[in-house]
């Protein structure tokens, strides 16, 4: 089965250090999504991109956190300093965009496990 | 603002009972709405619905939208301890790629 695979799974480090999480989507899927999940916000999106362009990183603050997709293969986002309040889980996705919408639904990593002491 | 809530948010019921859980949603130029089953990783996905009133089935699962009403329903007949979970709803909407989520209704399934 295509898979969407992140790395690291888990993630523990102390505040101020910088943080990179990588995200490998399904092949052939040209958009992608940086989510993050905590009990008290549920899902909230970072940002996405589309054939590797960003179209959207509203949901990310700006001054700490920063995505790209240097390649079609590969997507990161980075929190440089980390804070405890970045704790949570990040999830990626991708999904298959026609004519400008994605049109089949998302398909999610296993997330990476971030905690910061 | 765009926003999808659902209800409730958890559920404790057991095996062999029905289950219905709400998406109610509020979404710019909406496109589709989509559930998804949370275990202990990544949403796996259940269903993308774009039309009112066609029921979409798998198995024990089923779901309706209602965009005049601006909900969807997700059924669960028969429920199994399997089915224990988090369940999401997300609103597609505005440009298309914008996916909006819920917070979840928590089901746990008692032996």
């Known amino acids: 089965d295509a898979r969407v695979t992140q790395t690291p799974r888990h993630k523990v480090t102390e505040m101020g250090q910088e943080v990179t999480m990588r995200c490998q989507p399904i092949?052939?899927?040209?958009?992608v999504f940086w989510y993050r999940q905590t009990m008290m916000q549920g899902l909230e999106l970072l940002a996405y991109?589309?054939?590797?362009?960003?179209?959207?990183d509203s949901g990310m603050p700006k001054d700490r956190f920063s995505a790209e997709m240097p390649d079609a293969t590969l997507a990161t986002l980075k929190i440089q300093p980390s804070e405890p309040r970045d704790s949570a889980v990040y999830f990626c996705?991708?999904?298959?965009?026609?004519?400008?919408?994605?049109?089949?639904?998302?398909?999610f990593g296993d997330g990476t496990r971030l905690s910061i002491l | 603002e765009d926003k999808v809530v659902q209800s409730p948010l958890s559920l404790v019921v057991h095996e062999g009972d029905t289950v219905t859980l709400n998406c109610s949603y509020e979404?710019?130029?909406?496109?589709?709405l989509l559930w998804y089953k949370q275990e202990k990783k990544a949403p796996t996905f259940l269903f993308m619905l774009?039309?009112?009133?066609i029921e979409k089935k798998s198995g024990r699962l089923s779901s309706i939208l209602d965009k005049k009403e601006l909900f969807s329903i997700l059924n669960i007949t028969a429920t199994q301890t399997g089915d224990s979970a988090v369940y999401l709803c997300?609103?597609?909407?505005?440009?298309?790629?914008?996916?909006?989520f819920g917070t979840g209704t928590s089901l746990t399934v008692i032996p």
């Open positions: 996705a991708s999904g298959l965009s026609l004519h400008g919408l994605t049109h089949q639904p998302q398909h």
């Open positions: 092949l052939g899927h040209n958009t």
């Open positions: 991109f589309r054939n590797r362009a960003p179209l959207d």
């Open positions: 979404v710019t130029n909406f496109r589709s």
């Open positions: 774009t039309s009112s009133g």
């Open positions: 997300a609103g597609n909407g505005n440009t298309g790629n914008q996916f909006y």
